[in-house]
């Protein structure tokens, strides 16, 4: 709560702040302090869109309300301490809200988009749709073993979104199988060593409407290259 109100832009800032003084010595330091640590803290927030996102509050307004109440002057306060927390329950619960529309918009436009290019994709020479809708485009065939559920595989691969994004990219890079989106587990699964592919799968084959971290957005089709080098089988169960 105390973050939210206080977390502001600077825009509307004017040079009325009152003048410090140190007849309290040590105390009066301290108290000056203070103001400017929460002042540098807060003031960080206002290019993070992190309360209103590209919007910028009214600092003399923060500050009309922060002043008369850490003065404990209820006289000029426009609301009582119940109604500011009650408006930022009821705005922070509207920001949520919209956000998540924000969110759902852009899953459904980047299945939409996905949805076009895997049509268009698949109309590749070479690409093959398997039943689950993962897209394989051999590059290289393999000769060696091929990895079986449970295995441990060693792999070069290159991670991006349909529009060209990388966003992740490994060499000699070991892994199990069982660890990794269905897609790419079921296109290594179709690999033998030495092979090289290109996967193309929709978000429900990797990330899902959750996406991954700030690189991924929910809702979106990836494509990975991927070259298999070395098949680890599981250990042998013990009877």
Known sequence: ??????????????????????????????????GVMFGTQYSNFQDTGIVVPEKVMNLDNFLSGFINAIRRDSAKLEMTPDEAQS?????????????EEKR?????????????????????????????????ETIKEGTGKQAKDGDKVLVNYKGTLIDGTQFDANDST??????????????ILSMKEGGKVKLTMPSDLAYGDRGAGQNI???????????????????????
């Open 1 to 34: 709560m105390v973050v939210a109100a206080l977390a502001c832009g600077l825009s509307s800032c004017n040079n009325g702040a009152p003048k410090a003084t140190y007849a309290q010595g040590d105390l009066d330091t301290l108290a000056y302090a203070y």
């Open 87 to 99: 408006f930022l329950q009821a705005f922070q619960m509207k920001m949520r809200q919209e956000m």
């Open 104 to 136: 759902q918009a852009e899953i459904k436009e980047n299945k939409t988009k996905g949805a076009d290019f895997m049509a268009e994709n698949a109309k590749k020479e070479g690409v093959v749709v398997t039943e689950s809708g993962l897209q394989i």
């Open 174 to 187: 070991e892994f199990s199988v069982n660890g990794v989106v269905k897609g790419f587990k079921e296109g």
């Open 217 to 239: 957005p929910g809702g979106s089709t990836l494509q990975f290259d991927v070259e298999l080098l070395k098949v680890i089988p599981a250990p042998a169960k013990k009877k």
